[in-house]
C-alpha cells in the first residue's frame, strides 16, 4: 500500500496535498486510450465569494470552449470559462467576445447566452441539468440564471462586466438546485457553452468545451478527484471517461462514493470518503479496461452500505511449454480444430469487495463464472436476488460449446470455487452472507445434457485393456437417496436437519451401481445399494477448520480403475507468526481419495496455493493423461504481491502437514508429476 502526496500547480486557488492510496506497487500501464478533456473545478473555499464579474479571484488561464457543437464556428464567437465551488456553491466564470449582445425581455432559446451542462450520478443513472447564463445589457438591464426548460434559479446571481470585445460573467449558483448534490459531489459531469444569435429568435453558432450530453459529457474533477486524474489517469495516459462507472453509499456517511475502472485499476473516492483528501486504487491484474466486463453497486450483507460486484476476464492459470497440445492431439488419434487463438483464452471471475467504515476493500466473495480457450467455452449465468435487507448471488449453467467432457483438463482454480461445469450435476448454486461469509445457501439439481469426463487412455484404442470408466456423477434418484442409511449416519454423529452442501452419485466403490456421495459438514460420506449390502457408510473427515472452508467436492476416475476418485478442494487456516504480523495464513489443498466399503484413503494430497493478506501464489493442477487413467502435474502459478525477495516463508523441498510441496515461480522446481503406483500417487523421478 503506497501513500504519495500530490502538489497542485494547476490551479492557484485549489486546496493543496492530495493523497492516494493503492494494493499494489504498480499498475499495468496499458495501451493509452483516447482521453476525453475533463474540466477541473477550482476549490474557492467557505469565504463569501465576490460575484463582481471582473474575474479577479480566477486563474489566468480559462478552458477555452473550442468545440463546435453548432453551426460553423469560425472567430466571433469565442470563450473561455471555468467552473469553481465551496460548500455551498458552484460558480462559473467566462470571458466571452461576441460583436453583438443579443438579449430579449423573455431570456428565451433563440438569443446570447452561455450555459452550465452538468449531470449528477444516482444509483439508476445520471441525471443532467442545462443552466441558462443569460448576460444583462450592461448599464440597462439585469442578466438571469434559469433551467433551459424551467423557471430561473433561486438564489443564483450573474454579474457581467466590460471586456474587450465583449463582455465577462461571473455566476453562482446553490448546490440546493440540484437535488442529487446534497449526497454526491464525485463523478459529476459537465461542460461549458456558449450560444450566439445573430437576431432574435435565431441561434447561428454554440461553442462549448465538448458538444456531449448527459452521462457522456467529460468529468468535472471536484478537489477529491483532482489526485485521482493527475497521479493515475493522466499520469498513465489513460481515458478521462471511465471505462465502468458506479455510485453507491459504501463507506462512512450516507454521502455516495464513486467507483470506476480507469484501465487496470479499480478506484474509489468520495468527497468525505478518508476526509474527501485521499483516493484508493486497486490492480486488478487484467491487461485493460475492456478485461472487466461487469460493475455494480448493491448491499450485499444487509450491513446497510453497499458493496462491490465486478466480473473481471483474467489471464488463464500459467502454465509451462509442456506438449499440452501435442497431447491433446494424440488422443483417440483426434486432431481438433482450433476455435480461438491463444491470446483470447481466459478465466472469468466474479468478486465482492466490501468496504467497512474506514477501511480499505476487501475481497468477501469470489467464484470462478466462465473458462473460454481455444477449444471451448463454459459461460455461467450470474443473477441477484433481493432476500430481505441483502442481496445474493446465484450462479447457474449456462452457455457451453466445444469441449468434449471426456477430454477436459483445464487447471481447476484453488483459491475459490470453480465455473458449474455443464457435465456437473449442480444446475445453480446461491451464495448468501451469513454474517461472517458468503456460504452456500443451496443448491439446484438437474440431469447434465452432457457426459461427465471420465478416465481417458492416450493413443489405445477401444480395444485396450481394463474395465470400462466409471459413469459421470449426476444427482442421486430417490431410489438412491437411501434415506435410512443417510439417518443411521446423521444419529451417529449427531448431525441435525441441515442438508449436505455437495449430494451427488458416482460409483466409487464395490459393483457397478452407483453411490451416494454427500459431504455433510466436514465429512466425506459414501453409502449406496451395492455398498455394504445398502446396510451401512464409509466417511472420511477432511482436515479444515469448517465445512466452508470446503470449496468444492466432485468425483472422477483418476487412477484408470473403472471407480470414480473423490477429489476434495479445501483450504487450512493457520496463524502466521509475530513476525508477519500474526496474520491468517491461507493454504489451498487438493485431495484425491480412494473409495473402499472400510473406508476413504486419501491416495494424493497437495498444496495448490498460499495467501497472506493481499499477497498469494496459485499453482495450476492438471490431469495428464496415460495408457491408464492420470497422472497429476503441479505447476508453479501467478504470484500476487509476493517476489522471490519478499516470500517471507521457506521454499519446501518435501512435504509439509501431509501435503506435497506448493512450487513457487522462483523456485528450482517449477513443475512436478505424479503417477499412480497401485495404492497412492508419488512423484516421478
Known amino acids: 500500500m503506497k501513500r504519495r502526496k500530490i502538489s497542485d500547480t494547476t490551479r492557484p486557488r485549489a486546496r493543496q496535498s492530495l493523497i492516494f492510496f493503492g494494493l499494489a506497487a504498480a499498475l499495468w500501464a496499458g495501451r493509452a486510450e483516447a482521453r476525453t478533456r475533463a474540466l477541473e473545478a477550482v476549490v474557492l473555499g467557505s469565504d463569501k465569494v465576490r460575484i463582481d464579474g471582473l474575474l479577479r479571484e480566477w486563474p489566468a488561464k480559462l478552458d477555452s470552449l473550442g468545440e463546435v457543437v453548432q453551426g460553423s464556428g469560425g472567430g466571433d464567437p469565442s470563450a473561455s470559462g471555468v467552473i469553481g465551488y465551496n460548500d455551498k456553491n458552484l460558480f462559473v466564470a467566462m470571458k466571452i467576445k461576441d460583436g453583438k449582445l443579443v ?35 450592461i448599464g440597462r438591464s439585469a442578466g438571469m440564471v434559469k433551467f433551459a426548460n424551467g423557471g430561473a434559479v433561486k438564489g443564483a446571481r450573474l454579474v457581467e462586466a466590460p471586456s474587450d470585445g465583449g463582455y465577462t460573467i461571473e455566476v453562482s449558483i446553490p448546490w440546493t438546485a440540484f437535488p442529487e448534490a446534497s449526497r454526491v459531489r464525485v463523478g459529476i459531469r459537465a461542460a461549458l457553452r456558449y450560444a450566439d444569435a445573430d437576431s432574435p429568435g435565431s441561434v447561428r453558432t454554440i461553442i462549448g468545451t465538448s458538444a456531449a450530453s448527459g452521462s457522456n459529457l467529460p468529468p468535472l474533477l471536484l478537489e477529491a478527484e483532482q489526485g485521482l486524474y493527475r497521479s493515475l489517469v493522466r499520469k498513465r495516459g489513460l481515458s478521462e471517461m471511465p471505462a465502468r462507472f458506479a455510485v453507491g453509499d459504501i463507506a462512512d456517511d450516507s454521502t455516495l462514493e ?190 447434465p445434457k452432457m457426459q461427465a ?169 492438471r490431469f495428464v493423461p496415460r495408457d491408464k487413467g492420470f497422472a497429476l502435474e503441479l505447476s508453479s502459478g501467478k504470484a500476487v504481491g509476493w517476489t522471490d525477495k519478499t516470500y517471507p516463508f521457506p521454499i519446501d523441498k518435501t512435504p509439509y502437514g501431509g501435503l506435497e510441496p506448493l512450487l513457487v515461480p522462483w523456485g528450482d522446481v517449477r513443475q512436478k508429476r505424479y503417477h499412480f503406483d497401485g495404492s497412492s500417487y508419488v512423484a516421478d523421478e
Open 258 to 447: 464513486a467507483v470506476a475502472v480507469y484501465g487496470s485499476a479499480l478506484t474509489i473516492v468520495g468527497s468525505a470518503y478518508r476526509g474527501g483528501k485521499e483516493y484508493f486504487f486497486h490492480d486488478l491484474a487484467v491487461p485493460n479496461a475492456a478485461a472487466v466486463t461487469r460493475l455494480e453497486i448493491a448491499d450485499f450483507t444487509g450491513d446497510g452500505k453497499d458493496d462491490i460486484l465486478l466480473v473481471k476476464r483474467a489471464p488463464p492459470p500459467t502454465l509451462p511449454d509442456d506438449d499440452k497440445e501435442k497431447a491433446k492431439g494424440q488422443r483417440h488419434g483426434i486432431a481438433k480444430e482450433k476455435k480461438r487463438a491463444p491470446d483470447d483464452s481466459y478465466r472469468e471471475v466474479l468478486q465482492v469487495l466490501s468496504v467497512s467504515s474506514g477501511e480499505n476493500p476487501y475481497i468477501a466473495f469470489q467464484h470462478e463464472t466462465a473458462v473460454v480457450t481455444k477449444d471451448g467455452e463454459i459461460r455461467n449465468d450470474v443473477s441477484l436476488k433481493h432476500n430481505g435487507s441483502k442481496v445474493d448471488i446465484v450462479i447457474a449453467q449456462g452457455k457451453a460449446e466445444g469441449f468434449d467432457p471426456s477430454h477436459y483438463d483445464e487447471p481447476m482454480p484453488d483459491n475459490m470455487e470453480s465455473s458449474l461445469l455443464p457435465w456437473s450435476p449442480v444446475k445453480s448454486r446461491t451464495y448468501e452472507w451469513d454474517g461472517k461469509q458468503f456460504a452456500d445457501a443451496g443448491s439446484e439439481s438437474w440431469t
Open 453 to 621: 469426463p471420465s478416465a481417458v487412455r492416450e493413443v489405445k484404442p477401444a480395444a485396450a485393456d481394463g474395465p470400462p470408466p466409471a459413469p459421470p456423477p449426476r444427482p442421486p434418484s430417490a431410489d438412491e437417496l437411501l434415506e435410512r442409511v443417510y439417518a443411521l449416519y446423521r444419529r451417529d454423529h449427531h448431525v441435525g436437519i441441515e442438508k449436505p452442501r455437495f449430494d451427488f452419485v458416482a460409483d466409487v466403490a464395490g459393483d457397478a451401481t452407483p453411490e451416494r456421495v454427500l459431504l455433510q459438514g466436514r465429512d466425506v460420506v459414501v453409502f449406496g445399494k451395492g455398498f455394504k449390502e445398502g446396510l451401512s457408510y464409509a466417511y472420511t473427515t477432511v482436515g479444515v477448520d469448517s465445512s466452508k472452508d470446503i470449496v468444492d467436492v466432485s468425483a472422477r476416475d483418476v487412477t484408470g480403475d473403472g471407480k470414480a476418485e473423490v477429489i476434495v478442494r479445501g483450504v487450512l487456516h493457520a496463524k502466521a507468526s509475530a513476525q508477519l504480523g500474526g496474520k491468517v495464513v491461507d493454504r489451498h489443498a487438493f485431495y484425491v481419495y480412494q473409495v473402499f466399503e472400510s473406508g476413504l484413503r486419501r491416495i494424493f494430497g497437495a498444496e495448490t496455493g498460499r495467501s497472506l493478506g493481499d499477497d498469494s501464489i496459485t499453482d495450476a493442477v
Open 103 to 137: 438579449r430579449t425581455p423573455s431570456f428565451g432559446d433563440g438569443e446570447d447566452y452561455a450555459s452550465l451542462e452538468i449531470a449528477f450520478p444516482t444509483k439508476s443513472g445520471f441525471h443532467p441539468y442545462s443552466v441558462r447564463l443569460y448576460a444583462g445589457e
